[in-house]
């Protein structure tokens, strides 16, 4: 194949292959009732990022036009800045609304390896973050041309080289962390660090409080130092070479203010290309990095089987699936940090000021808040059962157990770390705060197995009709389908609303017994509710089984 990719008929014939082949996939998904649910929440969700693609870019379009009237064109960085870190960060942070098709398969084709890196590209170019990036970024050009007509050649093309940068920039994190990711050991090394990272922009409140009370001149200082350390990055350096242009220093050139400026961007994104071609060729030539053990010499001794678990009142598979899911649990870092993060959000709170937050006014609600939220951290196990068991979801389909005691025992193990979470959360409130009284107590208790067991049923059921498999090395693959996140978040908005409701009725009521009382009742239809389902569950995987093989075990 000759080097210009675009002219070369056999490279137009490979890529028209491929967007046929995506097409044919997409239309074959419509046939099942989930693949046309799947297209439903993402029109949904296509529908809320082209709201917010606009309306950022009406604002940001807005403060563009405000900041070069008022003789401010340095202040486009503030612009910039937010584009920047929505463009990396968004798709880091919400994995479940960007599918990312893994790149091996695509080393199964007789693909070039500028073809190859062509296709991955046009893969970024199609995520959520690039589009509302980019309508974002015309909404600056926009305001920047209304403001000052004669800026708006030079001003579109620094703004479009910004936007190549910011996409080969997210091409190249994420072929380098699915490279970190490919190992166990690296693995949990990034998912510290970025539990780490994600956890520290809860700190933005409590330090925003802080410096509040500083004086002017204090202030005037840190957003100087914070203006020269933006500077020498791609953010800073578009709205330099955009602001040279329009306001050029006494002393100085068009071109040492504004061109060098845009040549430094340039040289951000050789070396991001540069980055990213030394990752995909690794991988072009066959790289294949796996976690498996190295060959070892057989011995004479096997070693000893150790029993599972004996757990009184449960049936041997029941306690074998609890222990399973626990032991796999226990060396996931991810799901440690998942247990301290409530207790960050309360010391956050605490940090924010006695007088300050919601807890302040209320602290009768930081228990049950506190529970709240350590259960929509469990979205992904409770709702995707068996995401992590991929294809060895079809060897519970072989054994001798019932399913519904498959499903009890993930559903037990869910039900324990949640339990440990709760208790975490009123450790935490009893410590940093004030221990919670015993109404409040109880009422959340007893709103937990109102709560809970509905939960646990909608979340079987969404295992079975809509299983998505959970690949820890592949992002975009680490969390439930889109239509399983959606559902899940409006059936914990209609259970915590319910739960609201009978708590604020039974504040009416001095006697804590009574405010028990109240919520057992509807706990006790939850429980016959979860009874109801888990009758049920048989029928429904067997009817189900060749979906949960299929979507389970396949690799798009």
């Known amino acids: 194949m000759t080097g210009r990719v675009s002219l070369t008929p056999q490279a137009r014939q490979q890529l028209g292959a491929v967007a046929d082949l995506r097409w044919r996939m997409f239309v074959n998904s419509l046939r099942t009732f989930r693949g046309r649910l799947e297209l ?54 919400a994995t479940a609304f960007t599918q990312n098709v893994e790149s091996a398969n695509l080393l199964r084709f007789p693909l070039s390896y500028r073809l190859y890196f062509l296709i991955r590209l046009a893969y970024g170019s199609l995520d959520p973050a690039t589009a509302v990036g980019s ?18 050649p030079w001003a579109t093309i620094v703004l479009l080289t910004f936007a190549v940068v910011n996409l080969v920039l997210a091409r190249m994190l994420f072929a380098w962390l699915e490279r970190w990711l490919a190992q166990r050991r690296t693995r949990e090394i990034m998912g510290i660090l970025f539990f780490l990272f994600i956890l520290s922009f809860q700190l933005i409140g409590p330090l925003i409080a802080v410096y509040e009370h500083r004086s002017i001149p204090e202030t005037r200082m840190l957003g100087q130092k914070l203006s020269n350390a933006q500077r020498p990055l791609p953010p800073g350096l578009a709205a ?71 757990l009184p009142g449960l049936p041997g598979p029941v306690a074998a699936v609890f222990e399973k899911e626990l032991r796999y649990l226990s060396r996931s870092g991810p799901m440690l940090f998942t247990l301290i993060v409530p207790l960050f959000m309360l010391a956050v709170f605490r940090s924010s000021g006695k007088n300050q937050g919601l807890f302040a006014h209320a602290p009768g609600l930081t228990f049950p808040l506190g529970a709240a939220y350590s259960l929509l951290l469990l979205t992904n196990l409770s709702y995707n059962n068996f995401g992590a068991d991929g294809s060895g979801t079809q060897f519970f389909f072989a054994s001798p157990a019932r399913f519904r005691q498959i499903m009890l025992g993930k559903n037990l193990a869910h039900a324990a770390v949640f339990a440990v979470e ?14 919670p009284s015993l109404g409040v107590t109880l009422a959340t208790l007893a709103g937990i197995l109102f709560v809970l067991p509905i939960d646990l049923a909608a979340g079987n059921l969404f295992s079975i009709y809509s299983p998505s498999r959970v690949e820890a090395g592949v992002f975009g693959r680490q969390r439930a389908s889109l239509t399983t996140v959606l559902a899940s978040f409006g059936i914990r908005g209609a259970l915590f609303g319910m739960g609201a409701l009978m708590l604020w009725f039974s504040r009416g009521y001095g006697n804590s017994w009574m405010e028990l009382l109240i919520f057992l009742l509807p706990a006790a239809f939850a429980v016959a509710l979860y009874v109801f389902a888990m009758e049920r569950v048989d029928g429904m995987a067997l009817n189900h089984r060749e979906n949960l093989i299929s979507n389970l075990g396949r690799r798009e």
Do not use: H
Request: a positive charge.
């Open 422 to 435: 709760v208790l975490l959360v009123w450790l935490g409130t009893c410590l940093l705060y004030r221990p």
């Open 135 to 152: 309508l974002w970024l015309i909404g600056i050009d926009i305001g920047i041309g209304v403001a000052r007509p004669s800026v708006l």
């Open 240 to 310: 330099a070479a955009i602001a040279g242009s329009v306001q050029p220093q006494p002393g100085s050139s068009v071109v040492t203010t504004s061109v060098i400026p845009f040549l430094l961007l340039l040289f951000y994104g050789i070396a991001f290309v540069w980055l990213l071609n030394f990752r995909l060729r690794a991988e072009y030539r066959g790289e294949n990095l796996s976690e498996s053990a190295g060959r070892k010499a057989l011995t004479s001794r096997l070693p000893a089987v150790r029993p599972g678990w004996n």
């Open 40 to 93: 439903a929440s993402r029109i949904f969700i296509g529908l809320a990022f082209v709201g917010g693609g606009i309306g950022g870019a009406i604002g940001l379009g807005g403060a563009a036009w405000f900041v070069l009237l008022q003789g401010n064109a340095e202040w486009l960085g503030g612009l910039l800045w937010p584009v920047f870190l929505f463009w990396q960060l968004f798709p880091l942070m």
